[in-house]
């Protein structure tokens, strides 16, 4: 086969792989973008548990403030009756006001707290909702992951290898060419020679349809084992019927 017939026949091997690769790579992303995402979700509910905590603790040490406010309340109403003038009764009287209005800030804010405590349960429900989602959602991109290794694997195997048969018919000037462009193009290194024109000598490139100079195409259709590459994208041109380049 011509040089040319080998290059459109790696380009067709190497299409397909790079296409079953491109399957696999998309299942990986997909997985590693959603697993991302649940571990976000749950980051962010140890964060919320670990909120919550902090109000409920801070709600029971202003329980037991307030708690000891009421005992020392209690003991001092007994006080009140002891007062033997009335000077000293509103005295103790004032004291006992400034105590119970501190117990009441105590159960103010412990009240606040609980309530803080409360929202974030709340918040907290729906984020369990949102990680168990995830969750599912993650094992089905796991599983497609799987599915897809399972039906391209062995596939990928067998082009990988005929394309490695393909690319040693290659010269290696060529392949470097080759390999530079299918790169570039994500596979697409190889262009038909249009012929817009052939009594007016006009072409074009198949792939990018920039107009090409008419001694290419004559160089291309006498001569099968040369590479001529497109002078705007570079690809590498091919004119189908000539030296059993069908694509
Ligand atoms: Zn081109």
Avoid: W
Wanted: aromatic share 4%.
């Amino acid at each position: 086969m011509t040089l040319l017939g080998d290059l459109v026949s790696l380009h067709q091997v190497d299409c397909q792989v790079r296409a079953l690769r491109g399957r696999l790579d998309t299942a990986e992303r997909h997985y590693a973008t959603q697993e991302r995402q649940r571990k976000d979700v749950a980051a962010r509910i140890e964060e919320v548990r670990s909120q919550i905590r902090q109000h409920q603790a801070t709600a029971a040490n202003l329980e037991a403030e307030g708690g000891s406010v009421k005992m020392r309340i209690d003991q001092f109403r007994g006080q009140l009756n002891l007062a033997t003038n009335p000077k000293q009764y509103a005295a103790l009287l004032n004291e006992l006001k400034t105590m119970q209005a501190q117990r009441d800030e105590f159960d103010g804010l412990a009240l606040a707290q609980l309530q803080k405590s409360e929202e974030l349960q709340g918040r907290l429900a729906d984020l369990d909702t949102k990680v168990a989602e995830r969750a599912a959602v993650c094992a089905a991109a796991r599983r497609e992951i799987e599915t897809c290794r399972g039906e391209v694997g062995a596939r990928l195997g067998e082009l990988d290898r005929e394309r490695t048969g393909a690319s040693a018919k290659i010269p290696s000037r060529e392949l470097d060419i080759f390999d530079r462009v299918a790169d570039l193009y994500d596979g697409e290194a190889m262009a038909e020679l249009v012929a817009v024109d052939a009594k007016r000598r006009e072409y074009v490139c198949g792939a990018c349809n920039m107009e090409l100079p008419p001694d290419k195409y004559a160089t291309l259709a006498s001569n099968a084992n040369v590479v001529v590459i497109c002078t705007s994208c570079h690809r590498i041109l091919y004119i189908p019927q000539v030296g059993n380049a069908v694509a």
